[in-house]
């Protein structure tokens, strides 16, 4: 016996192939040959134990060369044999003397499912094709169903799933399950993408350098990874030029040309635009003395062989005297080579000087006066100054004289003298010639125009609760230029508007200057009372905001059978009645409120309108039958109307009896007070400006009188911020009278 093949199964069954002569007994099966030499095929389990064995072949020899088990279980086993052989209950004739054979044994369990290949992650274009594909084992039949993002395919039930025309929505997990009856087994997730070819977001830029410098071109492109780039130099590949940044080092002229990427990947390829690379040629031109070189063309670089002009041009007080390699041409012409170096030459036709101030320079005759302006050295043209300018005038000339007129005639020695630094209030055209002490020698400076325009201060304030600024940041403003004002709140406030010489809502606006300008930016803030106990805190007057700087009254007012005891918050007093001036943003006023004792009586004091109401003795609460006297005191220029609800009568000063618990009113009158304060008053071109200050929101009348007797009716004012600003362009008169009334 001899053992040619061997395979083991998934379950560990062991098969052995072979070829015997004679006898040959495997566990409890016998075999004989039946001619020279026969094959043998035997199986043991997996501990080595014999299960069976059978036989193949006939008359003559035959022999097995190898064997194995396929992934489904089966032993298949392969040799030759001589005339015929005899497989089971197959016979198989020989074509010539010998013939191969192949032979299987089918396998005699059932194998669950197992994958030999996973499908792959995928990625592919818009309008593509995508194939899934599995490779399993197992014992048939075997059943697929593919899944997508987790949701069984109806139709995808094949070893192979293909998405035709893949778009956005085909993007996801696919994974296949397969099972037969012994059992099931999912692949590994493939993940299909969509696949983009490259597109340029950034290409590579033009550039100029000279020899010796680095040059760097780079490409910004996007597209499915890995992308692949490769540079080109005149449609040529340049090797090893394959990453996004190109970087030539100590680059030579014969790099000049034209340059462009083209960036691959899997799925397609684009190409960049061409730019070009220039290496320059060094080109140095100076001077020496006073005057400039002019090139034609007039390029930021040149290329060897280019052909160029130059045209020496001397400045003034100097004359050209030639070039420093010889030539005496003012204009030459020349022919760019690899290094150029050229330098005019210059010299002084009459003794000169440099003078600089301020970074101004002057070279001109020695001697010349020089024109200083409120520290600005003119040099000629004009200058513009606002309201004034102080003058200086100076000349080198020791112990020389200086002779200048304002009106731009020629200055001679019958003209002013100068004495020492003058102010000039209109435009004038200022020339100035300086002598020496010889008065032989002199020289006259370029005329100077001095223009003087009126300008003026632009201011813009708050009182507080948020800053004001003017822009831009100056001292004085040209006439009729534009100034931008700007109001900012504090955190907290919120802005109402402005008053003076601007008006709106706008926290920006623009103001044409026209005279001295002045703004004022209003701010509010919220204003809220808490009780804590039984009663309510009422506020005089009722706003949903209060300007700061105004003022507010606020008075608690207890509930039945209870008393005020004190206010909160950091604010001290007992006394129900509180005036207020707000400076704060968003207070909250607490007044605190207890119940009466038995024998007490609580006394409220209220005030509706502009005054004040004193209490002798002050208290909230008192003994039953205490007399308390109350004195209504109404603001300056406001009048007493009368107590009202517990109280009634219009004398100003009462007594009250607390007897029970009692409210008491107070109400005064509401005129608008009438103010000439910064920014909001005064006389202006237009006329005059007064403001009316009073409640937020209400509407006040303005009564006009010229002997303070005789009254008429004038305009009226809605009182939107607290503040608001009228003019009276006739105001101009030998006296006028104004009063404020409620247009209620």
């Known amino acids: 016996m001899r053992g040619l093949g061997i395979g083991r199964d998934t379950q560990g069954a062991l098969y052995i192939a072979g070829q015997f002569t004679g006898e040959l007994s495997v566990g409890d099966s016998h075999l004989s040959s039946k001619g020279g030499t026969d094959v043998f095929v035997a199986k043991l ?28 279980g089966n032993f298949i086993f392969t040799g030759w044999f001589t005339g015929s052989a005899l497989f089971d209950d197959q016979l198989l004739r020989a074509q010539g003397a010998q013939e191969i054979f192949i032979a299987k044994i089918g396998a005699e369990s059932v194998m669950p499912p197992e994958i030999v290949m996973d499908p792959l992650d995928q990625a592919e274009l818009i309008g593509g094709r995508a194939v899934f594909a599995v490779d399993s084992a197992g014992s048939l039949p075997l059943e697929y169903q593919w899944f997508f993002n987790g949701v069984a395919l109806a139709t995808a039930t094949n070893s192979q799933w293909v998405v035709d025309r ?16 012994a059992g099931s087994v999912s692949s590994r997730v493939a993940r299909l993408s969509i696949a983009y070819t490259p597109t340029i977001v950034n290409g590579p830029l033009s550039q100029q350098a000279p020899p010796g410098a680095e040059v760097s071109l780079d490409v910004e492109a996007q597209g499915t990874a890995p992308l692949r780039y490769q540079w080109q130099f005149n449609a040529n590949d340049l090797i090893g030029a394959t990453d996004r940044l190109l970087t030539m080092t100590n680059v030579v002229v014969g790099q000049t040309g034209s340059y462009r990427v083209r960036v691959v990947n899997d799925y397609g390829s684009v190409t960049s635009a061409a730019v070009n690379v220039y290496v320059q040629a060094l080109l140095s031109i100076e001077v020496e003395g006073e005057g400039t070189v002019e090139r034609s063309p007039d390029q930021p670089f040149y290329l060897p062989g280019d052909a160029l ?19 005496s041409d003012r204009v030459r012409q020349v022919t760019i080579a690899l290094t150029n170096q050229y330098r005019a030459l210059f010299e002084a036709t009459t003794p000169v000087e440099q003078l600089t101030l301020g970074g101004t320079r002057r070279i001109a005759p020695v001697g010349m006066p020089a024109l200083i302006a409120d520290g600005e050295f003119v040099t000629g043209g004009s200058v513009v100054r606002s309201n004034r300018s102080q003058i200086t005038l100076l000349s080198s000339f020791e112990n020389g004289w200086i002779f200048y007129t304002l009106d731009g005639s020629a200055p001679t020695v019958g003209a002013h003298l100068y004495e020492g630094p003058f102010a000039v209030g209109r435009t004038e055209t200022i020339r ?16 100077a125009r001095v223009e003087i325009v009126a300008a003026f201060e632009v201011s813009a304030r708050s009182a507080g609760g948020g800053k004001a600024e003017a822009s831009p940041g100056m001292s004085l403003y040209a006439s009729n230029s534009v100034a931008v004002l700007r109001a900012a709140a504090d955190p907290g406030w919120t802005f109402l508007g402005w008053v003076g010489d601007a008006t709106g809502s706008q926290e920006a606006t623009l103001l044409r200057v026209t005279g001295p300008t002045c703004a004022e930016a209003l701010f509010g803030t919220s204003l809220s009372g808490v009780s804590a106990g039984q009663g309510s805190v009422k506020r005089e007057p009722e706003l949903p905001w209060y300007r700061y700087g105004s003022e507010v009254k606020l008075w608690a007012k207890p509930g039945q059978g209870y008393r005020f005891a004190a206010w909160g918050d950091g604010i001290k007093g007992t006394n129900a009645l509180l005036k207020l001036i707000v400076t704060n943003a968003e207070m909250s006023v607490t007044g605190l409120f207890v119940p009466l004792e038995p024998g007490e009586a609580s006394l409220t004091v209220a005030v509706k309108g502009a005054g004040w109401v004193e209490q002798n003795p002050k208290g909230s ?7 308390v006297r109350l004195k209504a005191k109404a603001d300056p220029g406001q009048e007493f109307e009368g107590w009202f609800v517990d109280g009634q009568g219009v004398e100003s000063e009462i007594e009250v009896i607390t007897d029970r618990s009692k409210v008491i009113e107070a109400r005064f009158t509401r005129k608008p007070r009438l103010e000439v304060a910064p920014c909001r008053g005064g006389f202006r071109p237009e006329g005059f400006r007064y403001s009316v200050v009073g409640d937020a929101g209400q509407t006040y009348g303005i009564m006009l009188s010229l002997d303070g007797q005789q009254w008429i009716q004038g305009p009226t004012a809605t009182n939107a911020f607290g503040i608001t600003t009228l003019i009276d362009p006739t105001a101009r008169i030998p006296s006028k009278y104004y009063r404020g009334i409620s247009a209620e």
């Not at 997996?46 to 022999?63: H, M, T």
């Not at 956005?168 to 009856?181: A, F, H, S, T």
């Not at 002009?309 to 030539?327: C, H, I, N, P």
């Not at 100035?432 to 005329?447: H, N, R």
């Open 45 to 72: 389990d997996s501990l080595g134990n014999p299960l069976w064995a059978k036989q193949a072949g006939f008359l003559f020899d035959d022999s097995c060369t190898g064997a194995t088990v396929d992934r489904r």
């Open 309 to 327: 002009r130059l045209t020496a041009v001397a400045a003034r007080w100097f004359e050209f005297k030639g070039w420093s390699d010889g030539v």
């Open 432 to 447: 100035a010639i300086g002598y020496d002490g010889l008065l032989i020698l002199g020289w006259e400076m370029d005329p």
């Open 166 to 181: 893949v778009g956005q929505l085909d993007q996801g997990d696919y994974q296949v399950l397969i099972r037969n009856e």
């Open 621 to 627: 609460h008192f003994a039953k039958g205490k007399r």
